[in-house]
C-alpha cells in the first residue's frame, strides 16, 4: 500500500495505477470503524484500484466545535487500510491541502442551510469544498459515503450534479452496533452514561418506521412519538427532530404519503450525535 502525503506523490502514484482500471475512492476523516471499512469493501468489490483520503478537514468545524479533540489514530488506521488490501492512502495536513490565501469555496445553497446546516452554518460549505478538492485530485471513477450523513449524500449528490463532476456518488447504508447505535468515530468519546442512552435515536428511527409503514402516519403523529421516546433519555438533549423529502429534504406536512427521511441529532454533551432512516409508507412499498 502506497502512502502519499502530497498531492503530488499521490497524483503520479494514482498516474501509474490507473492504467489497471477504474479508481474508487473512500473520503474519510480516519479513526477507522466497520463503517468505514463497508466503504472501502464496495470500493473493492467494484474497482481494480481503492485509494482512501485520511484528512481531519479543519474548514467543516465551527469555531467551537470539536476540532481538536477530534479522535486520530494515524498508525492504526494505516495498518486497517492495508490489512484490507487498499491500494494508495493520501494523508495530508492542512497546509498540503489548503494554500494559505485561499478564497474559493463550493456550496450547496438551501440544502447547506436547513437541518444540521442551521446547528453548524459553515459545515456543508467545507464539507463540499474538500470533497471536491478531493475529487479533482484523485480524480475518482465512483466514491463511496456513508448514508449515516444523509444530509452531506445529498449535498454531495446535488453539488456533483450541479457542477457536473464526473464521479458517480454511492451512498453506503449505517453500519451499527449490536444495540443499534450506528458507528462512528466519535462513539468513542461518550461517557459511558451517554453511551448507555445513545441506542435511543435507533430505537426511535425503528419506531417512525413502523408507524409510517403501517400507513396513515402524519408528520406531527411521528414526531410526537419521537419527541415521547426521546424524552426519556437519561442524558442527552434534542437538537433536532425533522422529517423531509428524501430526494429534496425539503420539509413534509400532514400525512406522510411519499418516502420521507427521519433525521435525529442529540448532544450527549460535547458529542453532537446524528442518525437518520428512510421510511415509505406502505402503499409505496
Ligand atoms: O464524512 C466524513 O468523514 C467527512 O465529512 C468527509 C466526507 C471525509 C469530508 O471531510
Redesign the pocket.
Known amino acids: 500500500m502506497l502512502v502519499c502525503y502530497t498531492k503530488h506523490e499521490l497524483r503520479q502514484a494514482l498516474t501509474e495505477l490507473r492504467v489497471n482500471g477504474s479508481v474508487g475512492l473512500v473520503?474519510?476523516?480516519g479513526y477507522l470503524h466497520e463503517g468505514h471499512m463497508a466503504l472501502v469493501a464496495r470500493a473493492r468489490a467494484e474497482n481494480k484500484v481503492v485509494a482512501v483520503?485520511i484528512?481531519?478537514?479543519p474548514t467543516?468545524f465551527g469555531a467551537n466545535e470539536d476540532l481538536s479533540t477530534y479522535p486520530r489514530d494515524s498508525e492504526r488506521d494505516l495498518q486497517i487500510l492495508r490489512d484490507a488490501g487498499v491500494d494508495v492512502v493520501f494523508t495530508p495536513t492542512a497546509g498540503e491541502v489548503y494554500l494559505l490565501d485561499a478564497d474559493t469555496h463550493v456550496e450547496t445553497g438551501y440544502l447547506s442551510r436547513v437541518l444540521i446546516g442551521r446547528i453548524r452554518p459553515k459545515h456543508f460549505r467545507?464539507?463540499a469544498t474538500?470533497?471536491t478538492k478531493?475529487f479533482n485530485i484523485f480524480q475518482p471513477d465512483r466514491a463511496y459515503?456513508?448514508c449515516k450523513?444523509y444530509q452531506?449524500l445529498t449535498v454531495?449528490n446535488k453539488m456533483v450534479a450541479d457542477l457536473d463532476i464526473p464521479v458517480e456518488v454511492i451512498g453506503i447504508p449505517t453500519v451499527r452496533e449490536a444495540d443499534g447505535l450506528a458507528l462512528s468515530?466519535r462513539n468513542v468519546r461518550l461517557t459511558s452514561k451517554n453511551r448507555a442512552a445513545a441506542p435511543v435515536l435507533c430505537q426511535s428511527l425503528d419506531r417512525a418506521e413502523v408507524l409510517v409503514a403501517g400507513g396513515g402516519a402524519t408528520v406531527h403523529s411521528v414526531k410526537k412519538e419521537i419527541l415521547d421516546l426521546l424524552a426519556g433519555m437519561p442524558s442527552g438533549v434534542v437538537e433536532s427532530v425533522d422529517i423531509r423529502d428524501a430526494g429534496t429534504l425539503a420539509p413534509m406536512r400532514g400525512r406522510i404519503a411519499s418516502a420521507a427521511v427521519v433525521l435525529l441529532a442529540v448532544r450527549f454533551e460535547s458529542v453532537l450525535l446524528i442518525d437518520q432512516r428512510v421510511v415509505t409508507p406502505s402503499n409505496n412499498r
Open positions: 473520503p474519510t476523516m483520503s484528512f481531519v478537514n467543516q467545507g464539507v474538500v470533497v478531493l459515503f456513508g450523513d452531506q454531495i468515530s
